[in-house]
């Protein structure tokens, strides 16, 4: 996708091979900042701090952080130590330890003067893979936003979507934004409302900013406004991504989600989850066992924007001592989401429906409750 007209990922590796580096989310949209990664303590903090955010992006940046560890020591001990310390930066994406489990598999059984060269390698190839599903999500996506664009005689089709689920949350195409990417490239009209996603703003600051970079057109709203237009029949369809899908379909999503879906049931919208097969969590009974992270109330009491000087601050919205308290995620069931768009195609929000597109799992040890 693109950042002032050039073609860009939100990962890569310099052309020498070292270090790795980001695009620091935190400083969009006030800043355009790349941030060199040269250790796994580095891939760690980035993930933490939010540097990077999204299930599939810090999914491969913990990959990129076993590679790192690997440059320094390959050790067993160290392949280890790497994978516990990446492992324990954010709970809820199931994707963070997908990828350290592809790292670990790919790894252990290599000799040790093998395994620097084998994770970079690897961890580029989760890279490519990542971005070629978010490609074919849209692909299967853009089926459902042409079928309702032909009722509408030309008119955009409205969607709603909620957090960043866009190229910033992933490597590239992102997966809630990339059905919407490509339908305004096939010359469909569309118009996307943004939700701002409270606290940390990451529709405001990350969604709006790359449909604004790709030409989208969009308006931002406060979240308390989705439920308002959905009910007055001026959203078309709901699309958002998800963290971690259990394997009955509940959706783990940025917290405010459940709302959405609630929201646009009752008014008989579509409510679509786009997701990657990295993203599911085949061991996981329901939703009612996705452990939910809860960040520091900080985000809650603060908010952060660009003074009229140009200098980036954070200011208190309380009264001091005021007490907080900030899920980071909350789950909407499989009953209230119209379907699943993955990278084989869109299916219920079922056990079933997921085995249609991924009958290699009936035999794989899969948890329903």
Known sequence: MNINGKAMRTIWVK????????????????????????????????????LVRGAPLIGVTAAYGVALAMRDDASDASLEEAIELLAAQRPTAVNLKWALEEMRRVLSPLPVDGRPRAAFKHAAKLATEDADMCRRIGVNGLEIIREIAA?????PVNILTHCNAGWLACVDWGTATSPIYHAHNAGIPVHVWVDETRPRNQGASLTAFELAQHGVPHTLICDNAGGHYTQRGEVDLVIVGTDRVAANGDVANKIGTYLKALAAVDNGVPFYVALPSSTIDWQMPDGAAIPIEERSADEVLHVSGRAPNGKVLSVAITAPGTPARNPAFDV????????????RGVCAAS?????????????????VA
Do not use: C, N
């Open 351 to 367: 056990a079933d429906g997921l085995l249609s597109l991924y009958p290699e799992r009936r035999s794989g040890g899969l948890a």
């Open 15 to 50: 052309p020498d091979g070292f270090p790795v580096e980001i695009i620091d989310q935190t400083a969009l949209p006030h800043e355009l900042k790349i941030v060199a990664l040269k250790t796994s303590d580095d891939a760690a903090y980035a993930i933490q701090a939010m």
């Open 332 to 343: 909407t069931p499989a009953r209230l989401v119209t379907g699943l768009i993955t990278e």
């Open 151 to 155: 009722r509408k005689d030309g008119k």
